[in-house]
């Protein structure tokens, strides 16, 4: 499966965006969907995940702040990001698995997200 993910950018301290990573086959047979980040000069983490049941997992960095979903018909898995900080300033990558193993096998191009203080 292709995953492509957009809707980074540049955004002031406080403000929120909206990231899609729409897969290119029907997201139904896909068990995770997952958000990471890549902080200038970081390793990689997990932002959020969600499975087909719509159960989540977010960073306590991300918890109350950040929420994740997926949409079957349009094949699409959102980050929506409020109250962004500029600690939250990284490459977007979404991912997809097949759950239960911590493994993702698909990964989408990134997209970044600048945050200003």
């Known amino acids: 499966v292709q995953l492509q993910a957009s809707g980074g950018g540049l955004v002031q301290a406080g403000g929120s965006l909206r990231l899609s990573c729409v897969a290119s086959?029907?997201?139904?047979?896909?068990?995770?969907m997952a958000w990471f980040r890549q902080p200038p000069g970081k390793q990689r983490e997990l932002v959020a995940e969600?499975?087909?049941?719509?159960?989540?997992n977010y960073a306590d960095s991300a918890k109350g702040r950040f929420t994740i979903s997926r949409d079957y018909a349009k094949d699409t898995v959102y980050l929506q990001m409020n109250s962004l900080k500029p600690e939250d300033t990284a490459v977007y990558y979404c991912?997809?698995?097949?759950?239960?193993?911590?493994?993702?096998?698909?990964w989408g191009q990134g997209t970044l997200v600048t945050v200003s203080s």
């Open positions: 991912a997809v698995g097949p759950g239960g193993t911590g493994r993702y096998d698909y």
């Open positions: 086959k029907s997201i139904y047979n896909i068990n995770i």
């Open positions: 969600i499975t087909s049941d719509g159960r989540t």
